[in-house]
C-alpha cells in the first residue's frame, strides 16, 4: 500500500468525497465532451476577462450554478466559457466565499450576493 504522502506528492491523492469520486467520471463521458464543445464553439472567449476589458480563449467549460452533483444541473447547465486560470482561482474562490467581487464600471459590486448589495 501507497502511503499518504506518497499519493500526494505524485499527485495522486484525491480529497473529494465519496459523492463527489462518483460524479467527477461525467467529466469523462461523450456526453459531457459534446457539451464542453458546443459551450466554447458558441462563446469561445473567456466571461471573466472579457467583463475586465481582455480577450482570452476560454479553455473551461463551468458550471455557473455548483451542481454538487445534481444531475440536472450538471447535464442541463447555464454553463459559461472561462480561461483555466479563472477556472482554477477567481470562480473557485467565488464558490468558496459565496458571492463574486467583480465590479461593475461604477464601481459597484454586481453580484447581488455580494455583502454590499444586501
Not at 462518483?22 to 459534446?34: D, I, N, S
Not at 462563446?43 to 476589458?53: I, S
Amino acid at each position: 500500500m501507497v502511503g499518504f504522502f506518497r499519493l500526494k506528492s505524485m499527485g495522486k491523492f484525491d480529497r473529494r468525497s465519496e459523492e463527489a469520486r462518483a460524479w467527477r467520471g461525467w467529466y469523462g463521458l461523450a456526453r459531457w465532451k459534446a457539451i464542453r464543445k458546443h459551450q466554447l464553439a458558441i462563446e469561445p472567449l473567456c466571461r471573466y476577462c472579457r467583463l475586465q476589458g481582455k480577450i482570452e480563449v476560454a479553455e473551461v467549460c463551468d458550471h455557473v450554478e455548483r451542481h454538487n452533483g445534481d444531475p440536472d444541473k450538471f447535464w442541463n447547465g447555464p454553463f459559461q466559457s472561462l480561461c483555466k486560470p479563472h477556472h482554477d482561482a477567481t470562480k473557485q474562490a467565488e464558490e468558496l466565499r459565496g458571492f463574486s467581487t467583480a465590479v461593475g464600471e461604477d464601481g459597484w459590486p454586481i453580484d447581488p450576493s455580494h455583502p454590499a448589495n444586501r
